[in-house]
């Protein structure tokens, strides 16, 4: 089983980028997946989640307006289309699976990906 997340880098203020986890070793359209991220010196936050069907999206309101969420079931994919970065928004980003068909966020997650890291510069 492995979340493996990719995409991140470097980028300017205002810049895009496009982050993806791909999950193998579990039927992945099983899942709710959800990005958290965390900063130097500070505690992980959340950051989207998606799910199963992709019916449901969630985003921290830091994010809302500028991230987008989205998943490829065929390719056991998801994504974040990540505009308008903001120096605030570097981080190490890190991609969890939660098990069930449900549409509701969740308070926990089952699986954990190790992180890609995303550097915004003034």
């Known amino acids: 089983v492995q979340l493996q997340a990719s995409g991140g880098g470097s980028v300017q203020a205002g810049g895009s980028l496009r982050i993806a986890c791909s999950a193998s070793?579990?039927?992945?359209?099983?899942?709710?997946m959800g990005w958290f991220r965390q900063a130097p010196g500070k505690e992980r936050e959340f950051v989207t989640a998606?799910?199963?069907?992709?019916?449901?999206?969630y985003y921290a309101d830091s994010v809302k307006g500028r991230f987008t969420i989205s998943r490829d079931n065929a390719r056991n994919t998801v994504y974040v289309q990540m505009n308008s970065l903001k120096p605030e928004d570097t981080a190490v980003y890190f991609c969890?699976?939660?098990?069930?068909?449900?549409?509701?966020?969740?308070?926990?997650?089952?699986?954990w990906g190790q992180g890609t890291l995303v550097t915004v510069s003034s």
């Open positions: 969890a699976a939660k098990y069930g068909r449900r549409e509701q966020l969740p308070s926990s997650y089952d699986l």
């Open positions: 070793g579990i039927t992945f359209s099983m899942y709710t």
């Open positions: 998606i799910s199963w069907s992709g019916g449901s999206t």
